[in-house]
């Protein structure tokens, strides 16, 4: 039996100076937790997790709520073959949790799953992919996995001349494809952003572009009309992400690929996508992302509803960028993965040790999800974590 | 011109050792706020508001996020009319948040946006539906507002007899009707949870009961066969708030009202509701509350959505039961609302000041929401929101 002795938690400012069409990033904030376990024979482990990118630190509700009720039950609750199964402490974490509302608590529930997962991947002594392929894929995973470079964001200086100086760095680090921005400029200056894209990376099949839900219905099917001929990867978040008639209205108008769903955050909200937004399951992605959404469990729910409505889990490319989605990606075989480069730091990025090749990588192989393999994000945790005057420990005897 | 130069918050727990059919209350929390202005003349005004009821305290997302947006900037930003405009709050507090993902921050907006109308208010020396009626509603509003007892919960002792006893006092005290909790038991326990009901107030019409989201949509059609020929008053959120698929069935096979929407949070989720759970506007019921769903702008913004899809804005009963959402339905006029005659206290209720008559109150006639005729919350307010060694001052520099 393994108890969970405390779960640690931190606010930290993400390195961020862009923004896309509908936010800017400057003050954009991310928790970092620990799950600190010992087992029987005193022996300690520790599972690192955070969230989140793109929609704040939540570490209140790590600290005051989800993580008290992990610490308050007896740890016979959430053992399961001698170790602390994270579906176990997922379906503990939303107890006396009102139905509807999903956003926010999802990215606090995720984070400490993530981190639940690190630290059951640790204890099994294998990476974490191998742990998801075993366990809910008949033991099949993925090789390597197929990712793109999310980035072309909006700066207040630069210009083209900056975008294209950035997209050329990425097939120089074995990318072959990108995503950029837009709905933030003119369609003038969007098209050029777009043409400038694809001249760096060769094929507009390599370039898919976001507008990160900025657009009304009618400027979606302008960029749309503008954009069709080119045939894009995919053309990601025209509309709210929660405006099912608009994008069923631009899957009957526009032909090449849509995407979106990183801005759904529960089986619930997926349902609903899949039942009413006219997407087209031969060509469209989508893009939830487990680290946002309650975590493997609900992502697993998801993948499954889809199937069932005839969808291929090959058309899932999680939101997130990051190491966790990459194992993700690779145990559950999925579609593939978005990454973040050189935005989002330190959270976002695979780091160092995983080598892009022909648009593909894959999980480190150490036990757990590897943030030691990503020094700045491990130092991270390990400052920002540490065990002394820290208002965690408190809930660790409560 | 008058400047915000402090919002203060503070979670409090609430006082609850109950359960619905879903959750159990003895943890929850909520947040306490206030807004502290002052003029060019020296003299300070305080708002006060609070979140949630039955969503948790979000007091990181105020303190740290949505509070700082508002005192960052300049006051002409949100100053109208030589007032700081909750309306101009509202939009500046959601800058730089991404679409979708609506709960949980629609929570911490919500209580500063009471806040910022209590405010307005008694800057206006109005009391706050006078003021609602002016600026959104031609100056019309009710003289008094349909209310009911929302009670009837689960607790651990008492059974029958208990639920009696409570259910009589309502009629005691003013009220024509009430709601119970049901699926948190065997149908036939509920049955008689409901025939006790009736037997109490008099009339089925009189009785609505509430599932919380709890049923699987084949329970759900069985606890409506057995309910339907009783023609309650209504029954409430049989299933999960986002299953509209379930509602369609539901609202097919069940004659009598069907109510829901306390667990949406968002326009987007409330046109969803409309567009695609088959609800009957000639009878249906839907509980949005402002209070937790971003305040009073998206409430507008609700109202008009559903009047433009054919409904009424008398089907509205906001879920929340306390002073606010009484001025809320009785400035803007809609159909009436839940009161917390005994529970959630001290955010529940309306106070001993304001008089339940033949099943209507009437907001008090002072500046402001009133919450200075509630003394067990405005105690509540004042207590934990002194100035003195109070984190909220920090960021009123900053």
Redesign the interface.
Known sequence: MIRIESIRVR?IPLQADYRNA??????M?GSVVAILARGDDGSVEVGYGFGSI????????IR??FGPRLLRVDPSAYNRGGLPDPLLLNRLMR????????????VAIGAIDMAAWDLYAKLERKPLFLCLAERFNGGRSDSSVEVYAAGGYYYDEGGQARLRRELEGYPERGFRSVKIKIGGASLKEDLQRIETAIATVGSPSDVAVDA??RFRVEEALEWGKAMEDLNLRWYEEPV??????AYKQLGSAYGPPLATGE????L??A??LI??AGLRPDRDILQMDPGLAYGVSEYLDIIHALESAGWSRRSCFPHGGNLFNLHVAQGLQIGGTEVYPEVFAPLGGFGESVEIEKGRASAPEVPGIGWETKPDLMDCFKERLKAQRHKGTKDSKG
Do not use: C, I
């Open positions: 606010t509908t936010v800017s990033f400057a003050g904030t793109g929609r704040y630190a939540q570490t209140e509700m005051e709520r107890r006396d949790e009102k139905q509807g509302g999903h956003g926010e608590r999802s990160n839900g709210d992400p929660l405006d099912f008639e801005n759904l955050f529960s619930q909200e349902n609903n039942r009413y």
